[in-house]
């Protein structure tokens, strides 16, 4: 120390410094800064981790720096330390290598800084805690074994498998990952040579013995997979392990190998089964299937050929339908000059990494035929109008090609008729002779009864052996009344009109439609009689008549008074009949109606008296039996024959003549009596 003041001698006093004894030590605080958290990769835990901070100490003193750690939420704990530390600037370094995988997650380090070996309670420094995060290591995966190996799926997995090997490698520990260590390894197979579609077939927990991992192939059931060349490819590590998620593909470019082989394709013609086509008319499809241990093969190639060989039998692959479930079709049309008979049908499969089927057949797939034609119904009718008991000959025109290619081949044609109430079955035949390969003829003989009257349609139709049909259009025809002739066969020469004898008229109805005479007892005739004999018109209303079971028509006929005497004339026949047509005799026959005379004497009275020279005047008037009713005989006038006779008391009989004729109906004469 130095010091001096006016009026004073200065003085300078010197004081040498003694630790602990004289003096005193001026000291600076060590400073820690810039820490460094450094993974050799990107943060594995397996990795070597370097930290770092930065330490000055302006007095050079020896320093001690401690590397504390701890995982956030836990307590800190002392990592390393380092004491001989001096300088300013210094880079202080600690590295670890011996993190576990239990210690992924967040982590927190700091540093602290004092002297050493003394140690001042104020002499200290210390950084903010650094945050990291230990992260799962990074792995690789090596192919032991397995690639392109084959598989023969049918027998699998017991007759045939392959065995899939892999290890897995801890790149940031730089050793094989132990035995026993969780990876979760998953073995994934594509289902099919041709998609993405991977499957999980197989997984392991943990590491095997000798630090390898192995499945069998296939760990799924066999007909998980198809048949090809199959991609396979390893995954490992991820959730639950202490390894990020890989795959092999990440370490090799590219994915394994496994061919799937099974036994040659199975193949078989379902269809046509026996079946028959109208040749260039029905279309024909071919179906078959395809299979092989597991189920129906799908995207085949397929081809179908007939046997005999043809064009149109023919089906390349690109003309096949793949139902994509085993089944395929194909459909083709008859050519139109294709031969008539019996076809076998062939079908082969193929398909890549598939042994080719055999070429299978069914014998007599199908059989050609045609479709039997007809044409031209028709009867024999003029306009198609006819009685029904008229032969009606209803005729068609059919033809079946293929009668000449088969034997056995026949056509039924039928006639069918709507009488009303929809059509029946009229009539029916075979045509089966070599003939009916070409245009034939087929007639129908029908007859009706009475109560087919109308308007009708008919028509054929045709069917052959292979059960195809065919049919006409419909016609019209028309069935009526039939056709009579009246036949004379008898009546009386006279009449009596007095009393009840009766005169009998015969005749008989003549179907010349069915050829017969006609027996039906309730057919309805009528017969007519004229009732003026001088006038060929007088006709009376007509008697109603049937026929007898014996085909003859009788009319017992008792004139009564409004028929006159004389020469009368009948007609008889049909008449409003439902069944026949009115016809009437050809011609009037004739006969005679007899009245009876009666005499009325007028003069002499009854009971006079006359001398023997006496002239007696005799009159009488001519009547009939109708004269009460009938004017035109009442009297009857210019008999024929008119005499007056006189009959004595004893017996003796006297002509009066002349007897005169009024030509009024009466008569006399004048008489002197002779013998009286």
Same mark, same amino acid.
């Given at each position: 120390?130095?010091?001096?003041?006016?009026? /004073?001698?200065?003085?300078?006093?010197?004081?040498?410094?003694?630790?602990?004894?004289?003096?005193?030590?001026?000291?600076?605080?060590?400073?820690?800064?810039?820490?460094?958290?450094?993974?050799?990769?990107?943060?594995?835990?397996?990795?070597?981790?370097?930290?770092?901070?930065?330490?000055?100490? %302006?007095?050079?003193?020896?320093?001690?720096?401690?590397?504390?750690?701890?995982?956030?939420?836990?307590?800190?704990?002392?990592?390393?330390?380092?004491?001989?530390?001096?300088?300013?600037?210094?880079?202080?370094?600690?590295?670890?290598?011996?993190?576990?995988?239990?210690?992924?997650?967040?982590?927190?380090?700091?540093?602290?800084?004092?002297?050493?070996? !003394?140690?001042?309670?104020?002499?200290?420094?210390?950084?903010?805690?650094?945050?990291?995060?230990?992260?799962?290591?990074?792995?690789?995966?090596?192919?032991?074994?397995?690639?392109?190996?084959?598989?023969?799926?049918?027998?699998?997995?017991?007759?045939?498998?392959?065995?899939?090997?892999?290890?897995?490698?801890?790149?940031?520990?730089?050793?094989?990952?132990?035995?026993?260590?969780?990876?979760?390894?998953?073995?994934?197979?594509?289902?099919?040579?041709?998609?993405?579609?991977?499957?999980?077939?197989?997984?392991?927990?943990?590491?095997?013995?000798?630090?390898?991992?192995?499945?069998?192939?296939?760990?799924?059931?066999?007909?998980?997979?198809?048949?090809?060349?199959?991609?396979?490819?390893?995954?490992?590590?991820?959730?639950?392990?202490?390894?990020?998620?890989?795959?092999?593909?990440?370490?090799?470019?590219?994915?394994?190998?496994?061919?799937?082989?099974?036994?040659?394709?199975?193949?078989?013609?379902?269809?046509?089964?026996?079946?028959?086509?109208?040749?260039?008319?029905?279309?024909?499809?071919?179906?078959?299937?395809?299979?092989?241990?597991?189920?129906?093969?799908?995207?085949?190639?397929?081809?179908?050929?007939?046997?005999?060989?043809?064009?149109?039998?023919?089906?390349?692959?690109? %003309?096949?339908?793949?139902?994509?479930?085993? $089944?395929?079709?194909?459909?083709?049309?008859?050519?139109?000059?294709?031969?008539?008979?019996?076809?076998?049908?062939?079908?082969?499969?193929?398909?890549?990494?598939?042994?080719?089927?055999?070429?299978?057949?069914?014998?007599?797939?199908?059989?050609?035929?045609?479709?039997?034609?007809?044409?031209?119904?028709?009867?024999?009718?003029?306009?198609?109008?006819?009685?029904?008991?008229?032969?009606?000959?209803?005729?068609?025109?059919?033809?079946?090609?293929?009668?000449?290619?088969?034997?056995?081949?026949?056509?039924?044609?039928?006639?069918?008729?709507?009488?009303?109430?929809?059509?029946?079955?009229?009539?029916?035949?075979?045509?089966?002779?070599?003939?009916?390969?070409?245009?034939?003829?087929?007639?129908?003989?029908?007859?009706?009864?009475?109560?087919?009257?109308?308007?009708?349609?008919?028509?054929?139709?045709?069917?052959?052996?292979?059960?195809?049909?065919?049919?006409?259009?419909?016609? @019209?025809?028309?069935?009526?009344?039939?056709?009579?002739?009246?036949?004379?066969?008898?009546?009386?020469?006279?009449?009596?009109?007095?009393?009840?004898?009766?005169?009998?008229?015969?005749?008989?109805?003549?179907?010349?439609?069915?050829?017969?005479?006609?027996?039906?007892?309730?057919?309805?005739?009528?017969?007519?009689?004229?009732?003026?004999?001088?006038?060929?018109?007088?006709?009376?209303?007509?008697?109603?008549? !049937?026929?007898?079971?014996?085909?003859?028509?009788?009319?017992?006929?008792?004139?009564?008074?409004?028929?006159?005497?004389?020469?009368?004339?009948?007609?008889?026949?049909?008449?409003?009949?439902?069944? /026949?047509?009115?016809?009437?005799?050809?011609?009037?026959?004739?006969? %005679?109606?007899?009245?009876?005379?009666?005499?009325?004497?007028?003069?002499?009275?009854?009971?006079?008296?006359?001398?023997?020279?006496?002239?007696?005047?005799?009159?009488? $008037?001519?009547? @009939?039996?109708?004269?009460?009713?009938?004017?035109? %005989?009442?009297?009857?006038?210019?008999?024929?024959?008119?005499?007056?006779?006189?009959?004595?008391?004893?017996?003796?009989?006297?002509?009066?003549?002349?007897?005169?004729?009024?030509?009024?109906?009466?008569?006399?004469?004048?008489?002197?009596?002779?013998?009286?």
């Amino acid at each position: 120390m130095n010091f001096s003041r006016e009026n /004073y001698i200065s003085n300078i006093t010197t004081e040498n410094f003694v630790l602990g004894e004289s003096g005193f030590f001026l000291e600076t605080k060590p400073k820690i800064e810039n820490v460094q958290v450094i993974p050799s990769d990107d943060g594995g835990w397996g990795e070597t981790w370097t930290f770092k901070v930065t330490v000055s100490d %302006e007095d050079l003193d020896n320093l001690v720096v401690r590397m504390w750690l701890r995982k956030v939420g836990s307590n800190w704990f002392l990592q390393d330390a380092n004491y001989s530390v001096k300088g300013t600037n210094v880079v202080v370094t600690f590295t670890k290598t011996d993190f576990a995988s239990t210690d992924i997650g967040d982590w927190e380090v700091k540093f602290n800084v004092t002297d050493y070996p !003394h140690v001042d309670s104020w002499d200290m420094n210390e950084t903010a805690p650094v945050g990291f995060t230990l992260i799962q290591d990074d792995i690789n995966i090596t192919l032991v074994e397995g690639n392109d190996t084959v598989v023969n799926r049918s027998i699998a997995p017991a007759q045939s498998n392959a065995t899939f090997s892999v290890k897995i490698y801890d790149v940031d520990r730089k050793q094989w990952v132990g035995v026993g260590v969780p990876v979760n390894v998953k073995f994934y197979v594509s289902a099919d040579p041709y998609t993405s579609n991977f499957i999980e077939d197989s997984s392991v927990s943990s590491v095997q013995a000798g630090q390898f991992v192995n499945t069998t192939f296939p760990a799924q059931p066999r007909c998980t997979y198809d048949i090809g060349l199959l991609r396979w490819y390893v995954q490992a590590g991820g959730t639950g392990t202490a390894y990020k998620l890989v795959n092999s593909t990440q370490f090799y470019g590219d994915y394994f190998y496994v061919t799937m082989v099974t036994y040659p394709l199975q193949a078989v013609v379902q269809l046509p089964d026996n079946q028959t086509y109208r040749r260039a008319v029905d279309p024909i499809t071919f179906v078959g299937y395809v299979w092989d241990d597991c189920s129906g093969v799908k995207a085949a190639s397929i081809t179908f050929d007939t046997e005999p060989s043809t064009v149109w039998g023919h089906c390349d692959p690109s %003309e096949v339908t793949d139902y994509n479930n085993g $089944t395929y079709s194909c459909t083709v049309v008859s050519a139109s000059d294709a031969v008539l008979q019996w076809y076998n049908l062939s079908m082969q499969a193929s398909k890549q990494y598939y042994t080719s089927s055999d070429m299978v057949k069914k014998i007599d797939s199908f059989v050609l035929a045609t479709n039997p034609q007809i044409r031209n119904p028709r009867t024999d009718k003029v306009g198609n109008i006819g009685g029904w008991g008229e032969k009606w000959t209803f005729s068609v025109d059919v033809k079946d090609v293929d009668r000449a290619a088969y034997s056995f081949e026949r056509m039924n044609i039928s006639l069918w008729i709507d009488f009303g109430q929809g059509y029946e079955l009229v009539n029916s035949t075979l045509c089966t002779a070599v003939t009916c390969a070409d245009w034939t003829t087929v007639s129908f003989v029908q007859t009706f009864n009475c109560g087919k009257q109308g308007i009708k349609t008919f028509k054929f139709n045709v069917s052959d052996y292979w059960g195809y049909t065919n049919e006409t259009s419909e016609v @019209s025809i028309t069935i009526e009344k039939d056709d009579v002739d009246i036949e004379f066969v008898s009546d009386p020469d006279y009449v009596d009109r007095e009393g009840s004898a009766t005169g009998q008229f015969v005749f008989r109805i003549y179907d010349t439609d069915r050829g017969e005479y006609v027996a039906n007892t309730s057919t309805v005739a009528r017969i007519w009689f004229t009732t003026n004999a001088s006038d060929a018109n007088s006709w009376d209303q007509g008697w109603l008549v !049937h026929p007898s079971s014996d085909g003859f028509v009788y009319f017992n006929f008792n004139p009564d008074c409004n028929y006159s005497v004389g020469i009368q004339k009948w007609k008889a026949g049909t008449y409003n009949d439902a069944c /026949y047509k009115d016809e009437l005799l050809s011609f009037y026959p004739e006969f %005679e109606i007899r009245g009876q005379l009666k005499n009325l004497l007028t003069e002499p009275v009854s009971g006079s008296i006359f001398n023997v020279t006496q002239l007696i005047k005799i009159n009488f $008037t001519t009547l @009939s039996e109708c004269s009460d009713v009938r004017s035109d %005989e009442n009297p009857v006038i210019n008999a024929s024959v008119y005499t007056i006779e006189l009959i004595s008391p004893y017996g003796v009989v006297e002509q009066c003549t002349p007897v005169n004729n009024s030509y009024n109906g009466w008569y006399n004469c004048t008489n002197r009596c002779k013998n009286c």
